[in-house]
C-alpha cells in the first residue's frame, strides 16, 4: 500500500513535469521519460503482481497525456517492467550505475516499440540515422536523469520504510 | 501455496495478462465514453490542474528572474526608484503581453467569421509527455461542449485534431505527428496530396505526382475533402522538394505555418465543416 502510495504520487508529479516543465529543457521534441525511470525502479527492485499492476497503470496514465493510441505506453511500460524484473532474476543488481543502463535499454526498446507499432518504420527507407539519433539522445538523456532520481525515490522508500532492494526469490 | 507453479510466476503471469490487456486495448481502440475511456479520463484530470498551475508559475518565474537580473548592481542610494522603474517596466511588459494576447484573439475571432463556422476558444496547458509522439493538451473538455475528431486551428494556421476527451480538458493530435495525416493542396499551382507528419521533424506532402509544379514557398492549404477541416486553411509552406530517385511521386517537404512551441491560444471548430460539394455551391 506504501509503495502504491509512493508510486502513485511519483507518477504524478513525473507527468506533470514531462508535460510541462521538462520541455523547458528539450533537445530537440524530447523528454526525459520519467515514467519509465519508475516502472524499471518497480522491475529490479520490487518483484510483485502488484508493482507489475502498477507498472501498467503508469503506461496508462502516460497513454493520456501522450499520442494517440492508448495502451501503446501502457503495453510497452508492462514490457520493460517485465524485462527488468526478469534481469533481477538472473542478475544482482547493485547501484545505481546498472539500474541507469537499465533505463537506457528500456527506453531503447520502448521508443523502437513504439514506432514499430505506429507503423513508423514502414515510412522510412532502411536505417535512418536521424531516427536512430532521436531514440539514442532520448536513452541517454533518460538514463542521465535517472542517476538523480533514483538515489530520491530510495530516501522516500526509506522515509516510508519500505525495501530499497529486492528479496530474492 | 508458495510452492505451486502459479505463485512461483505470479509476476510473470500477471504482467502477461497486463501485456494482453494492453495489446487488446490497442487493437480495439478505444473509444470516448467507454468504460477503457475511464482511466485515461482520470489521468488527464488529475494532472490537468498540475499543468495549469505549471503554466501560470512559469510565466511568474519568468518575470522574477528578469526582475532579478534587472536589480542586480544597483546601488542603495537609488534602489527604491530603480525598483519603481523596474514594476513600471513590469506593467508595461504586461501590458504589452496583454496587447500581444489581446491581437491574438482578435485575429482568431477574425479567422472565426471568414470560416463562418461555430468555434471555441482554449488554453493550451501542457505538452505530449514522451515528446515521441506530438500531442498538446489544452484546457476544456466534453462540459465545453467538445467531442473527439474536432478540428483544431489557431491564428496562424491548422494544429491538429481532437483524439481524446476527459471533462475539463482534451488531447490534441499534431498535424506534424508521425499518425497525423490531411488532405490538401498547393494553393499556387493546385497539385493534390495528403500532408503527414514524419517522426524526425516537419511533414511531408505524400502522393504528389512527379509532372506537378510545386515550388518552394508555395503555400499549401487544406481541401475539406476530409470532413475534419475546412477547405482553404493554412497548413505550412514547400519549405524542399526531391526530385531525383525512383517512384512515382515527388518528395515535398512542408514547414509548418504554425510555431507549435510558442502556441498558446487554439480555437476549436465544434461545428462540422460543410461537404466540399456544397461548399462549392454556396
Known amino acids: ?169 | 501455496m508458495r510452492d505451486t507453479f502459479l505463485w512461483r510466476n505470479r509476476v510473470v503471469l500477471v504482467s502477461g495478462v497486463l501485456l494482453l490487456l494492453g495489446a487488446h486495448m490497442l487493437s480495439i481502440g478505444v473509444r470516448d465514453g467507454s468504460l477503457a475511456s475511464k482511466p485515461e479520463a482520470l489521468a488527464t484530470e488529475l494532472v490537468r490542474p498540475l499543468l495549469e498551475l505549471d503554466t501560470h508559475l512559469a510565466d511568474g518565474a519568468s518575470g522574477i528572474y528578469h526582475d532579478y537580473l534587472d536589480l542586480v548592481g544597483i546601488s542603495r542610494e537609488n534602489r527604491r526608484l530603480k525598483a519603481k522603474l523596474e514594476r513600471m517596466k513590469g506593467e508595461e511588459t504586461r501590458i504589452a503581453e496583454l496587447e500581444l494576447e489581446n491581437r491574438r484573439l482578435a485575429e482568431m475571432l477574425e479567422l472565426k467569421d471568414v470560416i463562418g463556422l461555430n468555434a471555441v476558444g482554449a488554453e493550451v496547458i501542457g505538452s505530449d509527455a514522451t515528446g515521441i509522439a506530438r500531442t498538446i493538451l489544452i484546457g476544456r473538455g466534453a462540459n465545453g461542449g467538445l467531442k473527439s475528431g474536432m478540428a483544431v486551428i489557431s491564428n496562424e494556421g491548422v494544429v491538429g485534431k481532437l483524439v481524446a476527451i476527459s471533462p475539463n480538458a482534451a488531447k490534441v493530435l499534431r498535424i506534424d505527428d508521425h499518425n497525423a495525416a490531411v488532405d490538401a493542396f498547393d494553393e499556387r499551382s493546385r497539385a493534390r496530396g495528403i500532408v503527414a507528419g514524419v517522426v524526425d521533424n516537419g511533414m511531408v506532402m505524400k502522393y504528389v505526382e512527379r509532372t506537378e509544379d510545386v515550388q518552394i514557398g508555395d503555400p499549401v492549404v487544406t481541401s475539406g475533402l476530409d470532413g475534419i477541416f475546412p477547405r482553404g486553411l493554412l497548413i505550412g509552406r514547400v519549405s524542399r522538394i526531391k526530385r531525383g530517385g525512383p517512384g512515382l511521386f515527388l518528395n515535398v517537404e512542408i514547414a509548418p505555418a504554425v510555431n507549435f512551441g510558442r502556441l498558446e491560444q487554439v480555437m476549436v471548430i465544434t461545428e462540422p465543416p460543410p461537404r466540399f460539394e456544397e461548399a462549392g455551391k454556396s
Open chain 1, 1 to 169: 500500500m506504501r509503495l502504491a502510495a509512493l508510486f502513485i504520487i511519483a507518477a504524478v508529479v513525473a507527468l506533470t513535469l514531462q508535460s510541462g516543465a521538462l520541455h523547458w529543457l528539450t533537445f530537440g521534441a524530447l523528454v526525459p521519460d520519467l515514467i519509465l525511470i519508475l516502472a524499471v525502479d518497480l522491475g529490479l527492485k520490487h518483484p510483485s503482481a502488484g508493482a507489475a499492476i502498477l507498472a501498467f497503470a503508469m503506461g496508462l496514465a502516460t497513454d493520456a497525456l501522450s499520442g494517440s493510441r492508448v495502451g501503446l505506453n501502457a503495453f510497452m511500460i508492462t514490457l520493460v517492467f517485465l524485462l527488468c524484473y526478469e534481469l533481477s532474476r538472473h542478475l544482482w543488481v547493485s547501484g545505481y550505475s546498472v539500474a541507469s543502463l537499465a533505463v537506457f535499454f528500456g527506453v531503447v526498446i520502448k521508443d523502437v516499440g513504439i514506432l514499430a507499432v505506429t507503423g513508423s518504420f514502414d515510412r522510412l527507407e532502411g536505417a535512418d540515422p536521424e531516427l536512430i539519433r532521436i531514440i539514442l539522445t532520448h536513452a541517454v538523456l533518460t538514463a542521465l536523469l535517472a542517476l538523480l532520481i533514483f538515489p530520491v525515490l530510495d530516501s522516500g522508500k526509506r522515509m516510508l520504510r519500505l525495501p530499497r532492494r529486492a528479496e530474492r526469490e
